[in-house]
DNA sequence: ACCTGGGTACTTTTT
DNA sequence: GTACCCAGGT
């Protein structure tokens, strides 16, 4: 027990071992804030005052959880697994699995991701006859979600002029539609847990006795609903409620604009009578030139609760800042500090490239990749967002529910086979008049169309068939075969990819069997194992406490594809300088970081200045990205940018003036922002290559894309297309074809022999440019 | 079924 | 500038 507190600092063994009293951390960024959180449940169970079963803990993001099973495990010496850790949605799935009659839901429910939603959405407009202009999906979709955030059903909405009254009835349609469909929107999950708990003393009362003790991670991002929920397993404090120890940083708090409400941690702290709260303000991350400019930075935000981070790490380099008089200059100049941090012997993935918004990663992506250095830019789908992995989802969910509306529309015509548009309004219409599914309706149609929906519900039915028979990946294999997806793919040109998603996505089913232990399921003596009482509601996920049935490998897959939608792109795990966005850069750190853009109107950005707080949280999140940094931090501008097809001419960002002067080592001329003339690069060592336009040429085929410009200069090409020939028998202008990317044309060409490498202008589908090995091109004649 | 052209929007995003 | 969506043509 000593041994777990040994070796935390004197704040956290304060905050470790506090009593069983509701309490409030507030855990500046790199101060251990993780570690505080699982030893204090490492803790209160080997101290006998919690059994793990008395014990929930919850994150936002399935990696925190991950990471805090994973730090518990090696900490204890019991089994993590069925322990109540994980994501708000996670858990409340777990809870309405184990309680779906009186959620109303069936069973097997599906999930709706945002994509899944968007399309049942437009679907609900088109057979309400609503006018996408007046309504458009996207804003249908804010609506509903926002107001489920804030824990409001449509009857509660405030419909007080015409367009909100609609909006309310659209919602009201929506929720109808779902409970057809059987399936639950990523709001709807936590929405309906709190609603059940709220309304059913039961299950209220037994869930307060049960967990004795509440975690949250991340409380400054908590929303209203979430907030709520959490008082409703709590319980009041004078009754035998749980005490809840929540973990947060108002300075972080960077999600206001999808509801995250970090005036909770004020009302916590009121409505729960908190007396404790513990401040972790020793830095573990940082040194001290970085670590004064976040402080300094975020002292001029009025609204704080108040925290100075410290290091005993000594000042270390000052922070570096460069005012280029391009967008392209800006890069270039990145890509010459970055070489220089390679020599110093970092490692790629040590280097963090950060931005306001993804549309800035372009030249910068650009700028690497001439200069050969390998990157990684995260964003983008996800694997188990992919059209190909979602079709093949879409016919496991009808496996599992027939009902399922949204999943039938998307494979009933894929691969097509000659259901066309009118077929489907026909079969829509009927389902409309009798209420029932789609799949329902079938029967009520006559002619040609009939038959092919008939002959579609048969095959669904033959697949249904062998869900029973064979394991879990031998199924999903089995209704790519029988589908037709696969053949689908291998017909197609750019299908290579896609296949190989596919053939993924058998191999995530067959990992998902053998992780969760479908099979060995965690049996009556398991959960007993865990503490929870015997009479207990689900201890495990894939239980039913009703039956005492194990939930189907497929259903229990199906959810976790659609909470859990992977990663960005596994990519080849090769060591690469990072890029993203300074959003997805929370909770990540890395030895040097560049902060880039900062401009007026982009960091902040335009669109926050008008919002009420808005700059407080732009100046957050610089706050965010100041503290991913260890050892190093570089600060860039452009004064002339590319956007939106315009160039802009921004000023700095005022955040500058809000930086310590003395931490801060100007390498360009500080000019007066824009105006002060394009003279910054007479001041400065740095060079760059002015831009060289690619030569039009015409595609050698028909079908191989626009090559209209790329949207960056090819500015490390340096005259490549005029050398002679090349053993490789590539030419500029040259069609190619790689399987990955389908058909794409050479737009330049860079080094020879071994080490040659091919920049490409994919067609439609690709849409990228990409460093290329010359070896994985073939020439299309 | 597939392609092309026009129109449009466009900050951040996890579940 | 460009990516994505949808309508209309082949």
Not at 260 to 263: F, K, P, R, T, V
Not at 533 to 548: E, M, N, R, V
């Given at each position: 027990m000593s041994a777990l507190i040994q070796q935390l600092n004197p704040e956290q063994r304060a905050a470790v071992t506090l009593p069983a009293e509701n309490a409030l951390i507030l855990a500046g960024a790199g101060s251990g804030k993780t570690r505080v959180l699982t030893t204090r449940i490492a803790w209160l169970i080997s101290t006998g005052q919690v059994t793990p079963a008395g014990i929930l803990a919850v994150t936002f993001t399935n990696k925190a959880a991950k990471e805090m099973m994973a730090r518990l495990s090696a900490q204890l010496p019991i089994p993590v697994r069925g322990m109540w850790i994980g994501t708000f949605h996670g858990l409340c799935n777990r809870f309405l699995r184990a309680h779906w009659r009186e959620a109303g839901l069936p069973q097997t429910f599906q999930i709706l991701d945002i994509q899944d939603q968007l399309a049942s959405i437009k679907r609900l407009l088109k057979a309400l006859n609503v006018d996408d202009e007046r309504h458009p999906p996207k804003q249908v979709q804010w609506f509903i979600n926002g107001a489920k955030d804030q824990g409001l059903r449509p009857g509660d909405v405030e419909a007080r002029d015409p367009q909100s009254r609609q909006l309310a009835e659209i919602y009201l349609a929506y929720e109808a539609q779902c409970t057809r469909d059987g399936v639950a929107d990523f709001a709807e999950l936590l929405l309906r847990s709190y609603e059940i708990l709220r309304d059913n003393a039961a299950i209220r009362s037994h869930y307060r006795q049960r967990f004795r003790h509440i975690l949250v991670d991340e409380?400054?991002?908590?929303?209203r609903l979430q907030y709520q929920w959490l008082k409703q397993l709590a319980g009041p404090e004078d009754a035998q409620g749980a005490c809840v120890f929540a973990v947060g940083d108002d300075d972080q708090s960077i999600y206001a604009f999808r509801g995250?409400?970090?005036?909770n941690m004020d009302d916590y702290q009121r409505e729960f009578r908190v007396r404790h709260l513990i401040k972790l303000e020793r830095n573990y991350r940082s040194h001290g030139h970085i670590l004064d400019s976040a402080n300094t930075l975020i002292a001029?935000?009025?609204?704080?609760?108040g925290k100075n981070l410290r290091t005993e790490a000594g000042a270390g380099e000052p922070v570096r800042v460069f005012e280029a008089p391009s967008d392209y200059a800006e890069a270039q100049w990145l890509i010459e500090e970055i070489r220089q941090l390679l020599r110093e012997g970092l490692v790629h993935s040590e280097i963090a490239v950060l931005y306001r918004a993804n549309a800035l990663s372009r030249v910068i992506e650009g700028a690497l990749f001439n200069a050969g250095l390998p990157y990684r830019v995260y964003g983008g789908l996800r694997f188990f967002e992919r059209a190909e992995v979602k079709h093949a989802l879409a016919y496991l969910r009808l496996l599992d529910n027939p009902q399922d509306d949204t999943a039938f529309l998307r494979v009933v015509n894929f691969p097509a086979r000659g259901i066309g548009a009118r077929t489907l309004e026909q079969l829509q219409d009927a389902a409309r008049l009798r209420a029932t599914p789609l799949s329902e309706a079938v029967d009520a149609l006559g002619g040609r169309g009939a038959a092919s929906l008939q002959a579609f519900l048969d095959l669904v039915a033959q697949m249904r068939f062998q869900t029973a028979a064979i394991s879990l990946p031998e199924l999903v294999r089995h209704v790519l075969e029988a589908s037709g997806l696969n053949a689908h793919y291998r017909e197609e040109r750019e299908g290579q990819e896609r296949l190989e998603n596919l053939e993924e996505l058998v191999n995530a089913a067959a990992a998902f069997v053998t992780q969760e232990g479908f099979g060995l399921q965690a049996t009556a003596q398991q959960r007993q194992a865990l503490g929870a009482?015997?009479?207990?509601?689900?201890?495990?996920?894939?239980?039913?406490?009703?039956?005492?049935e194990t939930l189907s490998p497929l259903t229990a897959f199906l959810t976790h594809a659609a909470l859990e939608a992977g990663d960005n792109q596994a990519q080849n795990g090769q060591d690469a300088i990072q890029m993203m966005t300074v959003h997805a850069a929370k909770g990540l750190e890395f030895d040097a970081v560049f902060i880039t853009g900062l401009e007026e109107g982009l960091f902040p950005h335009e669109n926050a200045l008008?919002?009420?707080?808005g700059v407080e949280e732009e100046r957050r999140l610089m706050y965010v990205a100041i503290t991913r940094a260890r050892k190093r931090l570089y600060l860039s501008l452009a004064q002339t940018r590319m956007l939106h097809g315009q160039t802009r001419y921004n000023l700095r960002s005022r955040f500058f003036d809000e930086l310590p002067a003395e931490s801060l080592k100007w390498l360009s001329a500080k000019l007066p922002g824009f105006g002060g003339g394009f003279g910054a690069d007479q001041h400065s060592s740095w060079s760059y290559t002015p831009k060289v336009s690619v030569p039009s040429f015409t595609p050698a085929t028909s079908n191989a894309g626009s090559p209209s410009s790329t949207g960056f200069s090819p500015a490390g090409v340096r005259g490549a297309s005029s050398s002679g020939a090349r053993p490789h028998g590539l030419r500029i202008g040259q069609a190619v074809f790689h399987n990955k990317f389908g058909e794409g044309v050479v737009l330049s060409l860079e080094g020879n022999g071994e080490d040659t490498r091919a920049q490409v202008k994919f067609n439609r589908h690709g849409a990228k440019w990409l460093a290329l090995n010359i070896a994985k091109l073939t020439p299309v004649n």
């Open positions: 409380f400054q991002d908590t929303n995250a409400h970090a005036g001029n935000n009025a609204r704080r609760l009482a015997p009479d207990s509601f689900a201890a495990t996920d894939g239980i039913d406490p009703a039956t005492g008008s919002e009420t707080d």
